[in-house]
């Protein structure tokens, strides 16, 4: 019966344990960012991994790498499952590394049972999630989101790109040229830790994502005058550096009161002209906020413009507003959804809907196919850090979500 079917829990913790060498770090965690020789180590590790299992082995032009488990030959329509290899600089061992682990093992266990699934199966490792370079990179391309600007001006800088690309035999025409079909994929399913305390703290073994959250951002620029610091009395300054402060705590308080499931952040404040002895005359504020519900994003926009406006004309300040871009929420599928709940209730474990504060591969494929992402607990919210740690009964359990939901999807 496919219901009794489980992952083999010792195989995945000996090919995750495997995986953890790579990179690794005297701290505990790994350092594998995008095409360094670490990550480019993992890929070869992965696509012998892929190999020893008995499963094919398939590269597209972006560099994505996958396992591929053919269940029906006339069947074009294949079942995405998969994460990354990459990591942040001085990242933990399982972000994006449990998901591919997981996936693999899911493909291992269908094949080792003889299950004739109606879809293929394909664990997949997508090129750069993390932004070493472009971000999102390898599912982008996948997606058809990736453009042709987006290479020649990327986060990571260009040179970095082409060298990268280089040394993993890629290039921008080839990364322009992994784009497939919708009606090729039958959906996208992805377990990764949940990187926050929200699972830990209620005690819950699974989190099902209902959406990954939007991001928009803002560059406020708060002008007052530049003055001796010595000579102007308080009452005659117009100090840029109030409205930027002022503006940062009640941005806190509102979003706190009224915007339960949003989160803002200023992460960066410059001075000018900046020295000890004169009053600021200009603050740049970089200003992000994130929502998973775009209404909400409208209503939180409004209400965060507004509020630095009253902050900059309490202080006697002009305010300009540089608007920087926009990534919308991205809704997960209430079919996937709803069966990773089925799957967990089958399974005995505990499970609550929650939203993604951080990006993911999925948000790429959300309008591509039925997407749908399951998080584990992780052990004090710690990520993109050595001390990123979830149990491993968590990432089994989690994994034979995976594998009952690939299942279900799949009959
Ligand atoms: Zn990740």
Redesign the pocket.
């Given at each position: 019966m496919t219901k009794d079917l489980r992952v083999n829990a010792d195989r995945m913790l000996a090919s995750f344990n495997q995986l953890a060498l790579i990179g690794a770090t005297a701290e505990g965690g790994v350092n594998r960012p995008t095409f360094s020789e670490a990550h480019l180590a993992a890929r070869k590790w992965f696509r012998e991994e892929i190999e020893r299992s008995g499963l094919e082995f398939h590269t597209d032009g972006a560099g994505n790498h996958s396992a591929i488990l053919t269940c029906q030959p006339s069947n074009i329509q294949t079942l995405l499952l998969g994460?990354?290899l990459d990591s942040v600089p001085d990242g933990g061992r399982f972000?994006?590394a449990l998901?591919v682990i997981s996936a693999l093992e899911v493909l291992r266990t269908v094949k080792e049972n003889g299950i004739r699934l109606n879809v293929n199966l394909e664990a997949i490792d997508f090129t750069d999630?993390?932004g070493t370079l472009v971000g999102l990179l390898g599912s982008a391309a996948i997606a058809s989101h990736l453009k042709p600007e987006m290479l020649q001006n990327p986060r990571g800088g260009r040179e970095n790109l082409v060298a990268g690309m280089k040394r993993a035999g890629l290039s921008d025409e080839s990364m322009l040229s992994a784009a497939r079909p919708k009606e090729s994929l039958a959906g996208y399913l992805e377990l990764?830790?949940e990187?926050g305390k929200r699972l830990e703290r209620a005690g819950i073994n699974i989190g099902i994502v209902s959406a990954i959250v939007g991001i928009w951002s803002y560059r406020l620029s708060f002008i007052g005058r530049a003055d001796h610091a010595g000579t102007t009395t308080m009452e005659d300054r117009l100090d840029a550096s109030l409205g930027a402060s002022s503006f940062t705590l009640a941005a806190r308080e509102l979003v706190l009161k009224e915007f339960p499931n949003c989160v803002v952040n200023v992460g960066k404040m410059d001075f000018a002209p900046g020295a000890f002895n004169i009053v600021p005359a200009r603050v740049d504020v970089a200003l992000e906020f994130r929502s998973p519900d775009e209404e909400e994003f409208k209503r939180l926009n409004t209400a965060l413009l507004l509020l630095a406006n009253t902050e900059a004309t309490q202080f006697g300040l002009e305010l300009k507003i540089e608007f920087l871009g926009k990534h919308s929420p991205s809704i997960m599928s209430d079919v996937v959804q709803k069966m990773y709940a089925d799957s967990c209730e089958a399974l005995g474990l505990t499970h609550v809907s929650l939203t993604s504060g951080?990006g993911?591969d999925g948000q790429s494929l959300a309008d591509l196919c039925p997407t749908g992402m399951i998080f584990a607990p992780s052990v004090e919210g710690a990520s993109h850090s050595p001390r990123e740690f979830t149990k491993w009964e968590d990432c089994v359990n989690g994994a034979n979500v995976l594998l009952q939901t690939a299942l279900r999807l799949g009959m």
């Open positions: 994460s990354h972000d994006g998901g999630e993390e990764h830790i990187q951080a993911h």
